[in-house]
Structure formats: structure tokens, C-alpha cells
């Protein structure tokens, strides 16, 4: 195999993560093979990830092998009524990082997504319906993605649990802070308007 070959193989593993298209793959390809030294920590850095992190097959959070449930599904300072559904677990890491929530997780690992394949069998959704069994969750919170795929994996998810006891809300959507009204694109302005609140 000669060296475009080897460089075409990687290009194609790296754009396989999400958010790497074609030509940055190609570019972080091209610039490992000139950095090797930056080729080997990313190695070790792989293997280690492969070796020492797995999924909370709980929550689906990231967990350290050998830590399962994690120590968000095991934490007893929690609060046991709320449940916050997300996507991903990057989702998970990005709320956890704002502080501002005290209760349980459950990561879907996707949303809907017909044009990438994704549909209702790839989703945690079961999971999500068998965590409900005996549980105490006064509140369900919809933490997904404001997009066409995201609102259609919300209205997936609250049919599922209409039969359910449960308070079912989702995130608050409108001005981000720090921002202007000329700055915002007609959707956020329309759910900004909608969802005023009192002053």
C-alpha cells in the first residue's frame, strides 16, 4: 500500500466522527503524518480512552471502566424526581458544567434522523421507559436539540410517555444571553416571542 493509500484510509476513519467532514479529515490526516510525534500521543490517547472509559449503561454517560452505574447514577445527593433526557452524552458533560442541575440523566445516544438512518430502534428509548418502572420522577425534562430532527425526537419521546404520570417539559428556547435581536434568526425570535415570560 503506498503512502496515499495509508493517508486515504485514515482521512476515511476520521471522517467517520461526527462533525468531521471529508476535507478536515484530510487535513488532520496530512498533518499527522507530518507530526509523528503528534500521531503517537493521539494513539495513546485512543488506547487509553478504549481501555479505561465505557458508557454507563444506566444513564449512557461516560463512566470509568469498571464504575458502572456511574457516579451520577449513584450520587445520593441528587435529586431523585427530576430526569433530564438528552441526546448525547456531550450533553451530559455541557449541563453538568453549567451547575445548574441537581438531578438524574438519561442519554438517547441520537435523535431521529431518517437521512442518517437513525430512527426509533436506535434510540435509548426503551431504556428510558424501563428507568420510569418503580421510579419516583415527578418531571421529565426534554433536553434535545431545536432542530426539524430534534423536535421530531421530542415528539417521539412525549408520545411515549403519555401513558405515564409524569410531567414532561422541555428547554426553555429563545435569545441566547449576551445577545442582540438583530443578531437572531427568525425561528429564535418567533420561540423567543412565544415563550415571554413576566417580568
Known sequence: MDAQAHLHEL?????????????????????????????????????????????????????PAGVDPCRLCTSPTRDDTVLCVVEDPSDIIAIEASGGFIGRYHSLMGKLSPMSGQGPSQLRAEALLARLVGAAFSEIILAISTDVEGDATCSYIRELLDAQDVCVTRLAFGLPAGSGIAYSDSITLDRALKGRQSV
Open 11 to 63: 482521512s476515511l476513519s476520521l471522517a467517520r466522527l461526527p462533525g468531521v467532514g471529508r476535507r478536515s479529515a484530510e487535513r488532520m490526516a496530512l498533518a499527522l503524518a507530518r507530526k509523528p510525534d503528534d500521531a503517537d500521543t493521539l494513539v495513546r490517547a485512543l488506547n487509553a480512552t478504549r481501555e479505561h472509559v465505557r458508557v454507563c449503561t444506566h444513564c449512557g454517560s461516560m463512566t
